[in-house]
T-cell receptor, first 116, second 115 residues
């Protein structure tokens, strides 16, 4: 069975600080997808990234970057120079390519609070 | 990205009544739709997976007679909460996908309050 662990339930930072959100996953599949979503107070899920298990290259998109390490089963997310608008709950999720189709398993989420 | 809508965005109903939530994919054909439930400050829990034209597959612990799911067309799935009770109050989110190998696109969610 697949599992996603986000050990940090809540993180508070001051604006312009860098912050890393941790995500550790478990799966028996060799082919799988990892995701990050942002959920602002409005509740709507905002897709941030999808990464397949064969692509371990780190990704950068503006102030966001992702570090995928298969050796430690981790897919961490870093926000550089955080802003108040980054305040939200962030979910890491896993989808196995075989058997489960594209069924998503979500982590418990990390509440990020960015203060002035 | 693809657009998925949900209606209504908020609904308040009395205990014992039924409420229907619609999920529509606006610009693509969704072979598969998913329904999730999210309690306050908790994660999203998958309730069921529905494929167009066939019966929904429910996750363990989800009562299929209470949460009726219909996916009658490639652009519409409905979730009906029957005989709702206060413990059914939650945030319900749908997602839509072109198929098993494709990404899910999420709707904005429906906040259900049962009084």
């Amino acid at each position: 069975a697949q599992k996603v662990t986000q050990a940090q339930t809540e993180i508070s930072v001051v604006e312009k600080e860098d912050v890393t959100l941790d995500c550790v996953y478990e799966t028996r599949d060799t082919t799988y997808y990892l995701f990050w979503y942002k959920q602002p107070p409005s509740g709507e899920l905002v897709f941030l990234i999808r990464r397949n298990s064969f692509d371990e290259q780190n990704e950068i998109s503006g102030r966001y970057s992702w570090n995928f390490q298969k050796s430690t089963s981790s897919f961490n997310f870093t926000i550089t120079a955080s802003q108040v608008v980054d305040s939200a709950v962030y979910f890491c999720a896993l989808s196995e390519a075989t058997g489960g189709g594209n069924k998503l398993t979500f982590g418990t989420g990390t509440q990020l609070k960015v203060e002035l | 990205g693809a657009v998925v809508s949900q209606h209504p965005s908020r609904v308040i109903c009395k205990s014992g009544t039924s409420v229907k939530i619609e999920c529509r994919s606006l610009d693509f054909q969704a072979t598969t739709m998913f329904w999730y439930r999210q309690f306050p400050k908790q994660s999203l829990m998958l309730m069921a997976t529905s494929n167009e034209g066939s019966k929904a597959t429910y996750e363990q612990g989800v009562e299929k007679d209470k949460f009726l799911i219909n996916h009658a067309s490639l652009t519409l799935s409905t979730l009906t909460v029957t005989s709702a009770h206060p413990e059914d109050s939650s945030f319900y989110i749908c997602s839509a996908s072109r198929g098993p190998r494709y990404e899910q696109y999420f709707g904005p969610g429906t906040r259900l309050t049962v009084t």
